[in-house]
């Protein structure tokens, strides 16, 4: 009786740990990649251009990549501006400094592709989507802006 009562207690605390395998702990708060989350979306300043993110790679202001301190890292997600609605994909590769609030902060390339490079804060919608439809969606804004600069500028 008491294998029986100490095999259920093991299999109730595997349960518990395994559930929580996509959960982080960052800052002091625990993170999860299953929600939908509205904040404020700011981007990065030029001076971080070249320095390592916190995957390791290098920083740049060309590529569809984000810092956020309440999604994992390597996470996709589908991010809508809610003001005009313009949408982009992004990955997040990225911490910002522990006291920034704001819910994700991106390339610039990704604050002008959504409409709000000038004003330099915009409120969004942030949705975890699947590595394959970020995948896929990053890839199709990479091929829309090399069909935009091959296209020749109209001249009046």
């Known amino acids: 009786m008491k294998l029986i009562f100490t095999s259920l207690l093991v299999l109730l605390f595997s349960n518990a740990v395994f559930a929580q395998e996509?959960?982080?702990?960052?800052?002091?708060?625990?993170?999860?990649d299953d929600?939908?989350?509205?904040?404020?979306?700011?981007?990065?300043h030029d001076k971080f251009?070249?320095?390592p993110t916190s995957t390791g790679e290098v920083f740049s202001n060309d590529k569809y990549t984000a810092a956020s301190n309440t999604l994992s890292l390597n996470t996709?997600?589908?991010?809508?501006?809610?003001?005009?609605?313009?949408?982009?994909?992004?990955?997040?590769?990225?911490?910002m400094n522990k006291s920034n609030k704001r819910l994700i902060d991106m390339a610039s390339i990704c604050a002008r592709k959504?409409?709000?490079?000038?004003?330099g804060l915009?409120?969004?919608?942030?949705e975890v989507v699947s590595k394959e439809e970020g995948k896929r969606g990053i890839l199709a804004q990479r091929a829309a802006d090399a069909e935009r600069s091959e296209?020749?500028?109209?001249?009046l």
């Open 22 to 32: 996509d959960v982080e702990n960052v800052n002091g708060r625990l993170i999860t």
């Open 35 to 44: 929600a939908v989350a509205k904040g404020v979306a700011s981007y990065y």
């Open 49 to 51: 251009v070249g320095r």
């Open 76 to 95: 996709y997600v589908k991010v809508t501006n809610l003001d005009n609605g313009k949408v982009l994909y992004v990955r997040i590769n990225d911490r």
């Open 114 to 119: 959504l409409g709000y490079h000038y004003q």
């Open 122 to 126: 915009a409120k969004v919608k942030v």
């Open 151 to 155: 296209q020749p500028e109209n001249k």
